[in-house]
């Protein structure tokens, strides 16, 4: 299970100039449960529970934490600062184990 480690921070050029995708040699696979993650160039294997796969897929789509804390917390009836807190916990633990990487903006 992946662990929270650091907060999300911006970075120099904006929020807008940077999105998070998968990384290289990454494969991931969606289950009832949530997700798995196969990392091909360093042989890890993590996975997420159902809660980390929706934001995992919320990520990969471009949300903010704050766009994913207001959409899932509406879902599940949480408060919306205290998902995106969760977000952008898990988007910095995704990119720590080179899962997500930064690229620019289109």
């Known amino acids: 299970m992946l662990k929270f480690l650091k907060p999300l921070r ?8 940077e999105r998070l995708t998968v990384a290289p ?7 009832a449960d949530g997700v ?10 993590y996975t997420a529970n159902e ?3 929706r934001m995992f897929e919320k990520l990969r789509q471009g949300g903010t934490p704050e766009a994913i ?5 509406a879902e599940f009836g949480a408060p919306a600062e205290t998902v995106a807190a969760d977000a952008a916990r898990f988007a910095a633990e995704l990119e720590s ?6 690229v620019q903006a289109a």
Not at 69 to 73: I, K, N, T
Not at 97 to 102: A, E
């Open 25 to 31: 040699g990454v494969t991931t696979s969606r289950h």
């Open 36 to 45: 798995i993650f196969l990392h091909a160039g360093t042989g890890s294997v």
């Open 51 to 53: 809660m980390g796969a």
């Open 10 to 17: 911006r970075r120099s050029g904006g929020a807008d100039s």
């Open 97 to 102: 184990q080179g899962i997500l990487v930064r």
């Open 69 to 73: 804390g207001a959409a899932l917390g």
